[in-house]
């Protein structure tokens, strides 16, 4: 690990690489919320002098060390710099995702108790219309391009002087991000500038071998800002110091499409919802953004086979790979792989490729596998609870430690996920334990395989439904599915529903594009019940 990644600090993280001298430009798909005047082209100096700003209107609005801040506007990369900016003042920010229902939102709020919300117009508009006032659970709130009832704008406090910044005790919450809220409300979780910044940012802004990015490389990321996995990106990133950083909020190719084809990225990092928006854009042979691109990585939620296939045959570069990372928003990474073309070849035996997750990190973290039922250690090859040790792990669950406690044993912590170990240490996923199926060997890999010998449907969900066969949802462009062809894809599978055949739009997601099952469920009339418990949710 070099010094300057020992030491990546949240609140000047800007003001050190400016100092350092890296040359990245960062480019955006559309101006900062908090600066549309600024244009979508940034030197780090100037980011930096955004960030000292934005310290200053979070100051002159009453926040101050300690004080935790929830961010809830429109999801893009301006939201990292208001992390840092409160951060610099010793706040704890919190930012919150913009696809938060209305309800959702107003229950975070209620177990954060923000000495001040920083949102946008349309999010209170939202919430408002909803029957819920998100200002109303916080001390004070901030609207950075509007106004509202006893709130502040952004002309009440531009022009305050930042206090000098404020490094907190390594061990103190730094910042709170949100999990993903697949299954019910998301959990808040609590991270620290050792757990964090040493621990995650710090190991990888080690330069390693074919990882870091180059002084040459074009390095883009587009998921959700709101993410943890965005602040630790944003310090990696700028520690390497790539020649450009290109920020892409959304998986819309109106937005994101004119950036790329502009720079040409050779490195991208993209939730897996993402790359499944953009697969027609890649497309072996044609002239497209992604022809350069020597390393893609996934990360926040299971990838598909012909996801990884399209993009891996799509670029022109010799011997392109795809980094797969498993983990969750309260451990950081806990396993990666690396996909290839040969890897992604057509499968001999139905068992896909990217169910293995490849092995722990080395040194960093430790797998095992539980008896659902005992929670005793099973043997290699037995599916089981997967839990993990890593010393990266958060500090817990705000306003909800029991529950956080509940899922640890010493030094383990229970996943929530079901998986098998194999003899030599890899490890396939199956399922979430909430979401379990009993048929085969678990929802994932039977939605691989749907997706991979039907190349209409984009994306496949299997819910359970106990006392039947679990039912199938096919996400397909237009919404319409070959009878005759899915009957061949599935003749072999252990026996499903007909299909429900829905458009992308028609599915219920998080801000990371992962599905909501429950609220999945709901709306096809399911009743809540599956095969898990959810007791490790």
Not at 80 to 95: D, E, F, K, S, T
Request: net charge positive; aromatic share 6%.
């Amino acid at each position: 690990m070099t010094p300057f990644a020992r030491r990546i600090e949240l609140g000047t993280l800007f003001d050190d690489v400016a100092d350092r001298g890296r040359p990245t430009t960062v480019h955006l798909s559309r101006p900062l919320d908090i600066a549309p005047g600024l244009g979508t082209v940034h030197a780090l100096p100037a980011l930096a002098g955004l960030v000292r700003d934005a310290a200053g209107w979070l100051a002159a609005a009453g926040a101050g060390r300690g004080d935790r801040i929830a961010i809830a506007k429109r999801d893009h990369w301006d939201t990292v710099l208001l992390c840092c900016a409160a951060a610099r003042i010793g706040a704890v920010p919190a930012p919150l995702s913009a696809h938060l229902d209305a309800d959702v939102l107003d229950t975070l709020l209620g177990r954060l108790d923000p000495a001040l919300l920083v949102t946008d117009a349309a999010r209170l508009a939202a919430s408002w219309t909803a029957g819920r006032a998100p200002e109303s659970r916080a001390a004070r709130t901030l609207v950075l391009d509007g106004r509202a009832p006893g709130a502040l704008t952004l002309d009440d406090v531009r022009g305050a002087t930042a206090p000098a910044p404020y490094r907190p005790p390594v061990d103190r919450p730094l910042a709170i991000v949100h999990t993903s809220g697949t299954t019910g409300v998301p959990k808040l979780v609590a991270h620290t500038t050792r757990t964090l910044l040493r621990r995650l940012a710090g190991f990888e802004a080690h330069r390693w071998p074919l990882l870091s990015a180059r002084p040459d490389d074009v390095v883009a990321g587009s998921f959700s800002f709101v993410h943890g996995r965005a602040l630790a990106w944003t310090a990696v990133a700028l520690t390497h110091g790539p020649r450009a950083l290109l920020a892409i909020p959304g998986s819309r190719w109106d937005e994101a499409g004119p950036l790329l084809d502009r720079h040409r990225p050779t490195v991208v990092e993209a939730q897996p919802a993402t790359f499944v928006r953009w697969r027609s854009r890649a497309r072996a042979g044609d002239d497209h953004p992604f022809d350069r691109v020597r390393l893609f990585i996934s990360t926040f939620d299971a990838v598909h086979p012909p996801t990884v296939r399209t993009f891996l045959a799509a670029t022109r570069h010799p011997r392109p790979v795809w980094l797969q990372g498993w983990g969750q928003s309260e451990t950081g990474p806990l396993t990666f792989r690396f996909l290839t073309r040969r890897a992604l070849a057509a499968e001999r035996e139905r068992h896909p490729t990217t169910r293995d997750l490849g092995r722990p990190v080395p040194g960093r973290t430790r797998l095992r596998v539980l008896d659902r039922a005992t929670l005793r250690p099973v043997p290699r090859g037995t599916p089981g609870l997967v839990v993990c040790a890593t010393r990266a792990l958060a500090d817990g669950y705000v306003a909800e430690r029991s529950r956080f406690e509940r899922k640890r044993a010493g030094r383990w912590f229970m996943t929530g996920d079901i998986g098998v170990r194999t003899r030599d240490g890899r490890l396939l996923l199956l399922d979430r334990e909430a979401d379990a199926v009993p048929e085969g060997n678990g929802a994932a890999e039977l939605e691989d395989v749907i997706e991979d010998r039907l190349p209409g449907v984009v994306e496949c969900v299997v819910l359970s439904v106990p006392g039947r066969p679990s039912l199938p949802v096919a996400v397909t462009e237009h919404g319409a599915l070959d009878p005759e062809a899915w009957r061949d894809a599935t003749a072999d599978l252990p026996e499903l529903a007909e299909p429900v055949v829905l458009t992308w739009d028609e599915i219920p997601r998080t801000g990371t594009g992962k599905v909501r099952r429950a609220a999945l469920r709901e709306r096809l009339g399911l009743a809540p019940e599956t095969y898990g418990t959810g007791r490790w949710t």
